[in-house]
């Protein structure tokens, strides 16, 4: 149980583990937050796992179809005047002060990475309309995701 909530999300604290074991487990005359942090770094079946620095990665990145897609895309815009062409993007950027584990444990010798789908984090946003001649509009805001 213990390694599977590791390997699910390994920045998962001690407290969150010892209440899923004392759930669903049945330990004769119960368990410590200890025993739990021993069985982590030496007792693991897949290797003892290690206390370090997460990333976080999207799942499907360079799937076929994304590959695919940019490479059209590419091949359309070659064909484009490029003083016609307008670019808007958006940027979030994460604020410091909330809950978003830096550190979490993975077997040794492994990267700790924990995939996440949705950010549960308020973040400031940054818009921007660009064209080749600069910048024709920009803007910021704070959303609450």
Known sequence: M???LKRDSPSMPLSKIYDGVDS???VPGGT??????????KRMSCSPMTWKRTSNRPIMKFSLENVNYCQDFLDYMSTVDPCKIKCFDEAGFKMPDVAN??????AVGEPCIEVKRYMDAPNVTLQVLAG???ILY??????YT
């Open 101 to 106: 584990p830096n550190y979490g444990n993975s």
């Open 32 to 41: 410590s937050k200890a025993a739990i942090s021993r069985a982590i770094t």
């Open 24 to 26: 669903y487990c049945v």
């Open 138 to 143: 920009a803007n910021t805001g704070k959303n």
């Open 2 to 4: 213990i390694e599977f």
């Open 132 to 134: 080749v001649e600069g």
